[in-house]
């Protein structure tokens, strides 16, 4: 069963506007967390935000938010006034405490139009 | 956070032929993992490496086929053996941090197997 799930294989946005990619998760562990990651085209993965499943309020860093509705399980990631250099395929991704290995959903594509 | 360097950034190999891949972190760290990425999927684990003991594979991944060593807290390599076109992937090298549990990666190594 697939553990992360990522509906919107690829979505658009005009630069300064918010976007909202969605993540939902399936899990039996009360302890996990949830890891947002940005790949560019040039292929490095980079961390974005992290939601531990016992934290009372959304993450945030800087333009990036997190929108964690546990009963609903998702985690959806919140992209505030887009810029060009945002456009890149986007990760959800989960751990269980009960484990050591992430899990990754199959990606976003997200492309920012001028 | 951990900077972890992968050598080659890049290859263009022949079928047949192998290739090691290189990770070298700037911090002791137990455990490396190193995943693969079929182009437009998503990561896969392929193998967790501890030092002084042999990697332990991911089901679908075997140690004929991808080699780790571990020799030291701080390197590591995976060897794509015997490469097919359907070898070519990005492979990354990564390492988690010990408070969040998120994943550091490397730059990645894209692979094209003609």
């Known amino acids: 069963a697939q553990k992360i799930t990522q509906t919107q294989p690829g979505m658009f946005v005009q630069e300064k506007e918010a976007v909202t990619l969605d993540c939902t998760y399936d899990?039996?562990?009360?302890?996990?967390?949830l890891f947002w990651y940005k790949q560019p085209s040039s292929g490095e993965m980079i961390f974005l935000i992290y939601?531990?499943?016992?934290?009372?309020q959304n993450a945030t860093e800087g333009r990036y938010s997190l929108n964690f509705q546990k009963a609903r399980k998702s985690a959806n990631l919140v992209i505030s006034a887009s810029q060009l250099g945002d456009s890149a395929m986007y990760f959800c991704?989960?751990?269980?405490?009960?484990?050591?290995?992430?899990?990754f959903g199959p990606g976003t594509r997200l492309s920012v139009l001028p | 956070s951990a900077v972890i360097s992968q050598k080659p950034s890049r290859d263009i190999c022949q079928r047949g032929t192998s290739l090691t891949i290189q990770c070298q972190v700037d911090?002791?760290?137990?455990?490396m993992f190193w995943y693969r990425q079929q182009p437009g999927q998503s990561l896969t684990l392929i193998a967790t490496?501890?030092?002084?003991?042999?990697?332990?594979?991911e089901s679908g991944f075997v140690i004929d086929k991808f080699p780790i060593s571990r020799p030291n807290l701080t390197f590591s390599t995976l060897t794509v053996s015997n490469m097919s076109p359907e070898d070519s992937s990005i492979y990354l090298c990564?390492?988690?941090?010990?408070?969040?549990?998120?994943?550091?990666f490397g730059e990645g190594s894209r692979l094209t197997v003609l």
């Open positions: 990564s390492v988690s941090a010990a408070n969040t549990g998120e994943l550091f």
């Open positions: 899990t039996s562990d009360p302890s996990y967390g």
């Open positions: 939601q531990g499943s016992y934290d009372q």
């Open positions: 991704a989960m751990r269980e405490a009960g484990g050591q290995n992430f899990v």
């Open positions: 911090s002791q760290v137990t455990m």
């Open positions: 490496a501890n030092q002084g003991s042999e990697a332990t594979y």
